[in-house]
């Protein structure tokens, strides 16, 4: 099986897919391509114009919640809970982790201080439900890596670059959720789904979004609080 990943550098849903396809075990190539000047072939294999797009054998298959589900169906080492019950649930929290993306778009996007503030009230607002969700651990289900994990390797990387800006105290006394988030970014197949001048690319895009966290990042230097 011929396997190609249409990805942008920064897509949090690319990185999803790319640590998916890492943690079964396949070999994969990855192509990049600039969303902002989108070439006609890359239209052609996605009606929505959006990363990623993964090529089987050929046969493209874009938006990567269908993307996980088919690598999941179709290759060895499940990600997912062996019952119905626990799959739907686990389906219901990768949906949080995308609503929790949507937040995280707004959070750099906004350009006054009050919005900027709800949006970091809302954010918190929804690590304090995944707190009062998470077990065990390691992981979101235990020890196991789940797909559900999948997911929130990407979202919890903004936070990375975020933190270099400023301590906005959106995982404040979240001991279980700033565990997990530690034990992801140690996962290699999550370290892996991004390249190494990540940091610096993402740092790039906030400070062009001419946003209240753009002024806030053009007041530090990267590695600075």
């Keep these: 099986m011929m396997l190609q990943l249409i990805s942008h550098v920064l897509c949090p849903y690319v990185q999803r897919a790319a640590i998916m396809l890492t943690e079964k075990g ?126 929130f390797g990407p979202v919890f990387r903004y936070f990375d670059v975020f933190d270099e800006i400023g301590d906005f105290g959106i995982f404040t006394g979240l001991t279980r959720v700033q565990a997990w988030r530690k034990e992801l970014e140690r996962r290699p197949s999550v370290r892996t789904a991004v390249t190494e001048d990540y940091p610096a690319l993402l740092r790039d895009f906030i400070q062009r979004r001419a946003s209240y966290l753009s002024v806030l990042a053009g007041k530090t230097s990267p590695g600075m609080v």
Excluded: Q
């Design 26 to 151: 396949v070999e994969f190539d990855r192509t990049n391509i600039d969303l902002a000047d989108k070439p006609a072939w890359f239209l052609d294999i996605s009606p929505l114009g959006k990363t990623p797009v993964l090529i089987v054998d050929g046969f493209p298959i874009f938006e990567s919640a269908v993307i996980l589900e088919y690598l999941e169906e179709t290759l060895p080492n499940p990600l997912h809970p062996d019952t119905a019950l626990a799959r739907a649930e686990h389906r219901a929290w990768m949906e949080f982790g995308s609503a929790i993306l949507n937040d995280i778009a707004g959070f750099y996007s906004v350009a006054d201080a009050t919005s900027f503030d709800e949006k970091v009230c809302a954010l918190r607002t929804k690590f304090l439900r995944l707190e009062a969700e998470l077990r065990v651990g390691p992981y979101f289900d235990g020890d196991r890596f789940r797909l559900v994990d999948v997911v």
